[in-house]
């Protein structure tokens, strides 16, 4: 059993809120019919123990966990010249590398590279969707309740 406390009934999205990708997708994870349970990896730190679990979920090198455009601006080379340790120091020291939230539901975990990759995950047809006006509102996607009053603008 792992350290990472994880359920089929709970969804956990660990994101960076200095990824646009990761606050654009957080109002979808937000809509699940599931327990959410968010981790802003800027305000919540992660334990190394739990980044190695995340790792192998995923079936990923920690450095491949981890946006590579943004080394430059830090200073940092290419993270395959560090080893696991001063991997982990680097991410704890600069959680905005994660540019890509991750969503673990149960034993199975993603990496999502665009809004597309959670639905596919979550299995979202429409029908679990929270279609709630303010969920509407929030996750900018299109109303599909069949109620006319309702602005199905994106981005109005």
Not at 44 to 63: F, G, Q, R
């Amino acid at each position: 059993m792992g350290v990472l406390a994880t359920n089929d009934k709970e969804l956990i999205y660990i994101y960076s809120d200095q990824s646009d990708l990761g606050k654009k997708v957080l109002p979808y994870a937000e809509s699940s019919n599931k327990a959410l349970r968010t981790i802003n990896i800027e305000k919540e730190k992660i334990s190394d123990t739990i980044w190695l679990e995340i790792a192998d979920m995923v079936n990923k090198p920690i450095s491949e966990l981890f946006s590579p455009e943004l080394l430059d601006n830090l200073g940092i080379d290419n993270l395959s010249n560090y080893n696991t340790d001063d991997l982990l120091k680097i991410v704890n020291k600069n959680p905005s590398l994660l540019q890509h939230p991750i969503a673990i539901n149960g034993k199975k975990a993603i990496i999502i590279n665009d809004r597309f990759d959670f639905f596919k995950f979550y299995k979202k047809d429409g029908s679990n969707f929270d279609k709630s006006p303010e969920a509407l509102k929030n996750g900018e996607h299109l109303d599909t309740t069949g109620d006319d009053s309702m602005d199905n603008k994106i981005n109005s």
